[in-house]
């Protein structure tokens, strides 16, 4: 198996300093961390808060899982500096020395409430959004990032690639999220904390160029720049028709070469990425009308979320089987369709998490209650789990992420038992998070240190915290 995101890279050995390790649950479930001195980052908030949850926990295992689960990120991804007098930060995804943009964003989220407290916690995450700002400026196309942006891709796979590789990028699948996790992370930090300082030109031009390419992304007049193949066994890895992708018509939706998986859409518009686009566009928008005073920047973004917003509802939404209807996960505008749902998100199930959707709206109950079900190609179901997998891994893969969102976005509490219960059967006494684990088989997993699913394992504590108080009393 070639060295993307599906293996661990020999180059980020050097960098494992606390990740994790296979095997049985160490008795009386000693913690993972690494010692304060050897870790990345350390925050007060973020430690009273773990100490706060923590003690509400009364599964050992489960408390266990927690606190090496949430700060993780911290503890062995963060890397902080400053340019030009400014903070700086790079946050690698884990087991490979690159930063995603999408990653990067989501591993920090958990910390979001806790920033306007803790003022180094804040200039870090204020590092982040300038750093995500310099990314995007060399190449908004570019999904991974190196941390010399100077230095060319340290991955393997990208020799392999025939598109423009620029200096600092690690990765280039265009994904529509690569763009949209920026956004958010923008808006987010800006309503916690209210802090104009990471808003400067830098990010300015940045946000404008997000704008842009998705504009030019919707390929109206032209295929615009963006061209990507991989000499490669795997089809999901490369794109046809030169390099451009499949087909489509152009009804004002926006083209997305890859998932956020990073493996090839089969039709170009992917639905959940663009419903991501229209919630996230005008987040910013509201960062530019707040925090900069730039009304006109403001109703640039909202005016692209709302014509996308009016395309998607006008070719995206198809028969359920069932005389009703649902979202589908990608159309090429000529009116084909596919419907399946991948753990990676933006995904249909996980709309809410983006903001891209209300539990409440009976179009997303109809498509979750659909994509978690047999209905979805890549809904997998074994005797350890059961659960939204992904093309990325085999169909016989259950995504620990997958079932992190179902406990996060329903409203059923005997759910999110069974939900807290599997990922504490299928951790395979590591005390982290994995990538995906075979259906029948938890030892079998991909991924021993994946930051943005610990990341969000912690964020789900947090919230059965503050809704379902008692589980977290209970021994699973």
Known sequence: MHPTRRAVMGAAAALTIGAPAAGAAPAGFVSQRPPVAKRRFVSAAVERELGRLKARIADPELAWMFENCYPNTLDTTVFTGTIDGKPDTFVITGDIDAMWLRDSAVQVEPYLPL???????????????QRQARCILIDPYANAFVRDPGARSNLDSATLDDTEMRP?????????????????????????????????????????????????????????????????????DSLMLDGHGPPSNKVGLIHSAFRPSDDACVYPFLVPANLFAVSSLRQVARVHREARGDAAAAREAEALANEVEAAVRAHAIVPDGRGGQVWAYEVDGFGNWLFADD?????????????????????????????????????????????IGSPHM?????????????????????????????LKATHAGTGFMHESFHKDDPARFTRAWFAWVNGMFGQMIGAVAARYPRLLAERL
């Open 115 to 129: 920033a306007r407290d803790d003022r180094p916690l804040r200039e870090m995450l204020h590092g982040l959004i």
């Open 168 to 236: 600092g990028v690690a990765q280039r699948k265009w994904e529509i999220d690569s763009l949209c996790y920026p956004m958010r992370l923008a808006h987010d930090y800006w309503a916690i904390t209210r802090d104009r300082a990471p808003f400067d030109d830098l990010w300015r031009r940045s946000a404008a160029l997000i704008v842009e390419t998705l504009r030019v992304q919707q390929r109206k007049e032209a295929p615009g720049p963006y061209r990507y193949q991989r000499l490669t066994k795997i089809p999901t």
């Open 343 to 387: 753990a990676g998100i933006p995904s249909l199930y996980g709309l809410p998490l983006i903001e891209a959707a209300s539990v409440d709206d009976p179009l997303y109950q109809r498509t979750a209650a659909l994509a978690w079900s047999p209905r979805n190609p890549f809904f997998v179901q074994g005797s350890a789990a059961s659960g």
């Open 394 to 422: 085999g169909l016989d893969k259950v995504w620990p992420m997958a079932l992190i969102a179902r406990a996060m976005v329903t409203r059923d509490e005997g759910v999110v038992r069974d939900c807290l219960r599997t």
